[in-house]
């Protein structure tokens, strides 16, 4: 049974009359208060009484993530800083950070979301859940907290980072669910078999991952290695961070809370809004939020819908695993390249651990692929012609499914440095007017 099934089970039509008007209230609601949107909608001549269904959302204007940089940090907010209760920020890896400003009910709704998610997961109450998300200004860390700590769940607040006390907390609080991100997850537990410590055999039954993309080959790999379901979690730092989406004791396809996000795929090349099932970048306009709502944000990842019935219960739509984000895509040899298309082929190979980096290099005017993967112990010390002969292994398979050429370089174990939040599996080392 899902957590709210009023909302999660919602049949179709009122759950789009219920959004619809939602919709219209939050255009109203920016409308009034955010000088960014009134003018958008004035150019477009568009109101709040033009739309007359959930699909006359493709009349609004999209957002993107440098309107949030221009207007940063609080142009965008549609209420005054007084009823701003917690800000938020992304980590700005990739410029100037970007905010997400709560209300008191943001706050609340968010938490409704996490709720959800962590039910979903099959976390209880009486659960010990370790909270391994960075905690501070990323909004990984207090999102999940607040989710188990409305649960009722004893939460164990480690935050990321130093490794060793995570797996020696673990033992003794006797942990049962685990929140990190993916790659986290394995260097925990690439850690823990360095200590001799078996993951399996302690009471950890529940991981909770998302903050990346993950290949459902590495969701497998983590599961075996620490005896536990890794359960998926997706989100944003425009949208309020995570709670956007999770996944069911099924494992096929993160449901949407449709009560609160509004969802479209659309190409991203013509921003046409696509046909369900079709592969295309994701959209949300979120339908609840009062500090700072988006108008179809443009989140760069892509993904594919489906409204298919869940042996779950729940209605919501369901979104595949996402393929990567627009920005991490490459182009090698005419095709377009996701990192975790790589990482689920190079997980094929047993010689290898899963701990890989993709480095994009400019070969005249093409771009280039090198591949770094860790080779397992025994085969790096088993010499060059072992490690050549897997470097061929790995290049032909990546051919043979992906058609393109890449060069692979195995490297020694623990070459490439362990992830304690989001992995960097992209270096990018083209000359700069390339990138
Ligand atoms: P930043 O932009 O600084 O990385 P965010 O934490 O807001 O900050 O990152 C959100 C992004 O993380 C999403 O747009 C998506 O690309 C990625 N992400 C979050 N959850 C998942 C998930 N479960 N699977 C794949 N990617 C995810
Ligand atoms: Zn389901």
């Known amino acids: ?4 099934d009023e909302f999660e089970c919602m049949p179709l039509e009122k759950m789009q009359a219920f959004q619809l008007e939602k919709l219209k209230e939050t255009v109203e609601w920016v409308a009034k208060r955010v000088p960014f949107y009134q003018e958008k909608f004035k150019k477009l001549g568009i109101k709040a009484s033009d739309l007359k269904s ?8 999209f957002t993107e993530k440098n309107d949030l940089r221009d207007n940063y940090p609080f142009g965008l907010c549609a209420v005054d800083l007084k009823e701003v209760v917690r800000v938020h920020a992304s980590s700005g890896t990739t410029g100037k950070p970007i905010t997400g400003p709560y209300t008191k009910e943001d706050l609340e709704q968010w938490t409704e979301c996490m709720v959800r998610n962590f039910w979903a997961a099959g976390v209880r109450p009486e659960h010990v859940v370790q909270n391994a998300y960075g905690y501070g200004l990323f909004t990984g860390g207090l999102g999940f907290h607040q989710g188990a700590t409305a649960l009722g769940c004893t939460v164990v607040p480690t935050s990321s980072g130093m490794t060793e006390r995570q797996i020696t907390l673990m033992q003794d609080f006797k942990t049962d669910v685990l929140c990190c991100t993916p790659s986290y997850a394995l ?23 998302g903050a990346e993309p993950w290949s459902t080959q590495m969701r497998k790999e983590i599961e075996e290695r620490m005896g536990i379901r890794a ?6 730092t425009e949208l309020g961070g995570p709670g956007v989406g999770f996944d069911c004791e099924v494992q096929d396809g993160i449901h949407i809370n449709e009560d609160f996000y509004l969802v479209e795929i659309v190409d991203p090349v013509t921003l ?55 920005d991490d895509m490459l182009i090698i040899s005419g095709v377009n390249v996701f990192p975790s298309q790589i990482e ?25 692929l090198l591949v770094r993967v860790e080779a397992k112990k025994e085969i790096y010390a088993a010499g060059e012609k072992k490690r050549m002969e897997v470097e061929g292994k ?42």
């Open 272 to 326: 046409e809004p696509l046909p369900l099932g079709e592969k295309g970048e994701l959209v949300f306009t979120s339908l609840q939020r009062r500090a700072m709502p988006m108008i179809r944000y443009r989140t760069k990842d892509i993904t594919r819908l489906r409204r298919e019935e869940c042996p779950c219960g729940r209605t919501f739509v369901k979104m595949d695993k996402i393929y990567g984000r627009t």
């Open 231 to 236: 359960m998926e979690a997706y989100g944003l």
């Open 187 to 209: 260097t925990m537990a690439e850690r823990a078999e360095e200590l001799k410590v078996d993951l399996r055999s302690l009471p950890l039954s529940i991981g909770m991952f």
């Open 54 to 61: 959930v699909e006359d959302v493709a009349k609004l204007p």
């Open 344 to 368: 689920s082929l190079l997980l094929d190979i047993e010689e290898v651990e899963p701990q890989y980096q993709l480095v994009v290099r400019k070969k005249g005017y093409l771009d280039q």
């Open 1 to 4: 049974m899902p957590w709210n």
């Open 394 to 435: 790995i290049m032909a398979h990546i051919r043979g499914h992906m058609g393109i050429g890449v060069e692979v370089n195995l490297v020694e174990p623990k070459y490439i440095a362990r992830s304690e939040g989001k992995a960097l599996r992209v270096v990018d080392e083209r000359p700069k007017q390339f990138r």
